[in-house]
Every structure is written in structure tokens, then in C-alpha cells.
T-cell receptor, first 114, second 117 residues
């Protein structure tokens, strides 16, 4: 049973518009959430994280929102650029720094069209 | 080096063969992780080293899988008597601090894609 779910396998967005990638989790013990980005033939690259004590974290064009009661988080990319085209993985852990317990979603493939 | 380096990038093995996958982490990184990523899946944890000590091998799927990091830098993941279900991308990641608490971002290598025929 998937504890971290990314229900949209793919998403297509026009350049300049907002991309919204969603992630749901089932385990209430998860306390720390991360987004990684992966280009073909490369390893995942850390993008942004959020602790459960916050509901929002922003880094440039990237913002992650966390709704603990709904067990839902989302990554917003504004404005989207063609270079953002990649697979985005949501991951969750019981606490920050516990990469051994990281549970990953299946990923969402984002295509940003010029 | 500047990043995490893995070799070989691609490996094709016949069922029953032994394979060895190498990971060269970022110099000075204390923590080293191995993950397995099957097609269409997210990475799954295999094993963790803090310097040369293998502190967690709970994710290794069977005793055919063995990992070592004898001098606390380069690590090797060995798979004996490979099976078709071992086909996956094997990702290595390193991080600066021990995997205990506080944000500890992973830097991943590009992975080694293993295909077992």
C-alpha cells in the first residue's frame, strides 16, 4: 500500500503559467516532507522541503504547501519554465534528517511547453 | 569530486551472474545511502553507512545483496547470483552529516541501471 501517493503520473503546462503538483500521504507519523526533481539519466536533485510545524515554505519560484489535517501537500511552480520539465518526486519521513525512513511517491512527470 | 559518481552507468548481466556497482561520494560526506528504483517507482532504501560503519541494512531484499564502504569513502554494492527481479536503477546518495536529526539533504548520483536477462 502506497504511503505517499502522487496520483497524477503526468502534467502538461504552458510556459509562464503555474504548475501545481499534488501529493497525499496516509501515515500520520510523517513529519517532514521533501520534493526532489529528476531529469532523465540523472539522479534526483533536492528542490524544497517543509516541516510539519509549517504550512508553507517558499524558495524563489517554488512554494510547498502543507495541509496536515488533509494529509496533503502541493508544490507550486510560478512561473513555469521549459527547464522545469522533469519528474517530480514527493517524499516523506518521520523526522528531518531521517533519510533511511524516507518514503517516496511514484513521481509526476511535468512538461512545460514553450 | 564535485558530485556523486557511480559506475558502471549500465550493466547487463545474465541470470546467476554476480555484479558489483561502485559509488564515489562527495569528498568529506559522512553518510552514504544505497537506494533501488524499479521502473515507474520511487527510490526504495537499501542500506546506510556512517563513515565505514554500515548502520542500517534493513532494506536489503535478500542475503544476495551485500554492501561495503571499507575506508569510509568509496562504496560497493554487490549482488550475487542475480535474478530478473533485481533489474532496476541503483542509486547512491551521500550527505554531509550523520543521518540523525536536522535537515540533511541527499546528493544523488546518476545511478547504475542493471538489467538481468
Amino acid at each position: 500500500d502506497q504511503q505517499v501517493k502522487q496520483n497524477s503520473p503526468s502534467l502538461s503546462v504552458q510556459e509562464g503559467r503555474i504548475s501545481i503538483l499534488n501529493c497525499d500521504y496516509t501515515n500520520s507519523m510523517f513529519d517532514y516532507f521533501l520534493w526532489y526533481k529528476k531529469y532523465p539519466a540523472e539522479g534526483p536533485t533536492f528542490l524544497i522541503s517543509i516541516s510539519s510545524i509549517k504550512d508553507k515554505n517558499e524558495d524563489g519560484r517554488f512554494t510547498v504547501f502543507l495541509n496536515k489535517s488533509a494529509k496533503h501537500l502541493s508544490l507550486h511552480i510560478v512561473p513555469s519554465q521549459p527547464g522545469d520539465s522533469a519528474v517530480y518526486f514527493c517524499a516523506a519521513s518521520p523526522n528531518a534528517g531521517n533519510n533511511r525512513k524516507l518514503i517516496w511517491g511514484l513521481g509526476t512527470s511535468l512538461a512545460v511547453n514553450p | 569530486g564535485a558530485g556523486v559518481s557511480q559506475s558502471p552507468r549500465y550493466k547487463v548481466a545474465k541470470r546467476g551472474q554476480d555484479v558489483a556497482l561502485r559509488c564515489d561520494p562527495i569528498s568529506g560526506h559522512v553518510s552514504l545511502f544505497w537506494y533501488q528504483q524499479a521502473l515507474g517507482q520511487g527510490p526504495e532504501f537499501l542500506t546506510y553507512f556512517q563513515n565505514e560503519a554500515q548502520l542500517d541494512k534493513s532494506g536489503l531484499p535478500s542475503d544476495r545483496f551485500f554492501a561495503e564502504r571499507p575506508e569510509g569513502s568509496v562504496s560497493t554494492l554487490k549482488i550475487q547470483r542475480t535474478q530478473q527481479e533485481d533489474s532496476a536503477v541503483y542509486l547512491c546518495a551521500s550527505s554531509l552529516r550523520p543521518d540523525v536529526s536536522g535537515a540533511n539533504v541527499l546528493t544523488f548520483g546518476a545511478g547504475s541501471r542493471l538489467t538481468v536477462l
